[in-house]
């Protein structure tokens, strides 16, 4: 397994646009969570999928973002009508639910969204 | 409720030096506690957890934390730091549902 994989690395978008994020998490991971990055300031957690359930959301920014996990593997984050403020890097985190290793995040390289 | 104070957002240290990275926490439950690693363009990497067994804790690249319940801290140390180690360092804390809550981060320097 190669790791956490995100897509695309890097953004650019105009004010008012839509976009998506895709995160493919390492196989045999349970839980595959979403985090935003800001200059400067550490991960701030946005949601996470067990499976393909969707157990926690209420700390995504707004409505205008969601987030899908359609057969419990892959997933995607998607933004409506970007604002400059959504400029931030995306991160992609996935880990066992239990066990020795339930804790442990194997996290992306991230996704660089700039807002213009 | 859960948080992470990490005191300093630039730690600068000569290569040879000792590495004090310090992390302060608050949780309303028995925490879990980690340190993740960040070197440029690259994803955060976990370097060490503690999950309630010893309180002093090894990790990768030589570096350790020593939980301390009374102090609510989890200092990160490295006897000698190496130009290697010069990267963003994050700790964080949860609670038993595994969502970690990570501190603002610390910029180590290491000079030559």
């Known amino acids: 397994d190669t790791g956490v994989s995100q897509n695309p690395r890097h953004k650019i978008t105009k004010r008012g646009q839509n976009v998506t994020f895709r995160c493919d998490p390492i196989?045999?991971?349970?839980?595959l969570y979403w985090y935003r990055q800001t200059l400067g300031q550490g991960p701030e957690f946005l949601t996470y999928f067990q499976n393909e359930a969707q157990l926690e959301k209420s700390r995504l920014l707004s409505d205008r973002f969601s987030a899908e996990r359609p057969k419990g593997s892959f997933s995607t984050l998607e933004i409506q009508r970007t604002e400059q403020g959504d400029s931030a890097m995306y991160l992609c985190?996935?880990?066992?639910?239990?066990?020795?290793?339930?804790?442990?995040?194997?996290f992306g390289e991230g996704s660089r969204l700039t807002v213009l | 409720a859960q948080s992470v104070t990490q005191l300093g957002s630039h730690v600068s240290v000569s290569e040879g030096a000792l590495v004090l990275l310090r992390c302060n926490y608050s949780?309303?439950?028995?925490?879990?506690l980690f340190w993740y690693v960040q070197y440029p363009n690259q994803g955060l990497q976990l370097l060490l957890k503690y999950t309630s067994a010893a309180t002093l804790v090894k990790g990768i690249n030589g570096f350790e934390a020593e939980f301390k319940k009374s102090e609510t801290s989890f200092h990160l140390t490295k006897p000698s730091a190496h130009m290697s180690d010069a990267a963003e360092y994050f700790c964080a804390v949860s609670g038993g549902s595994y969502i970690p809550t990570f501190g603002r981060g610390t910029s180590l320097i290491v000079h030559p």
């Open positions: 985190a996935s880990s066992f639910k239990s066990g020795q290793g339930a804790g442990e995040l194997f």
């Open positions: 949780s309303s439950v028995p925490p879990y």
């Open positions: 196989s045999e991971h349970n839980r």
